[in-house]
């Protein structure tokens, strides 16, 4: 058997979701304490934390390809930000406004994932339970275009 260096720290019960860099530095989303989190991979000591007000907590993440960089979406908000994973100490870029929702009917993202070409696919909807659809993200206009070529909910 392969002994494999394994390191063990206690978080927080509230991550939402977790991705790993391309250098194997983990990024965590708290939703309940409206935080993301960046732990290094040896230690699993916090690199960066970013904090975000009650009514848009983060409640997703998707990792870019590359490993370089990752989208979150926020509870309660239009808007994307990316986190750009390859300074020794994170940064958080600027909102991003995402265009093209129903904001008459609520709609809002729920849930995303970066494709192979670096595009941000989003599930869209009114509710957790409600109906979604897919929609891809432009990141330099925050342009939402509805895909029709699969079913949002498949990755709800």
Known sequence: ?????????RLPLDIA?????RRGNV???HSRF???VVYA???LAPLARFDFPVDGVPIAAGMTPSGD???LLFENRREV???DLRPATPVLGPAIAITGLDAASGERPWDVVVTATGRPLLSVGTGRFARHRL???DLATGAATPRTDTDADAFN
């Open 1 to 9: 058997s392969l002994a494999r260096p394994t390191v063990s720290v």
């Open 17 to 21: 979701q977790v991705a790993v860099d």
């Open 27 to 29: 990024l965590a989303v």
């Open 34 to 36: 409206g935080r993301v």
């Open 41 to 43: 991979r040896a230690t």
């Open 69 to 71: 960089s990752a989208v």
């Open 81 to 83: 930000r990316v986190v």
């Open 135 to 137: 929609v891809e993200l």
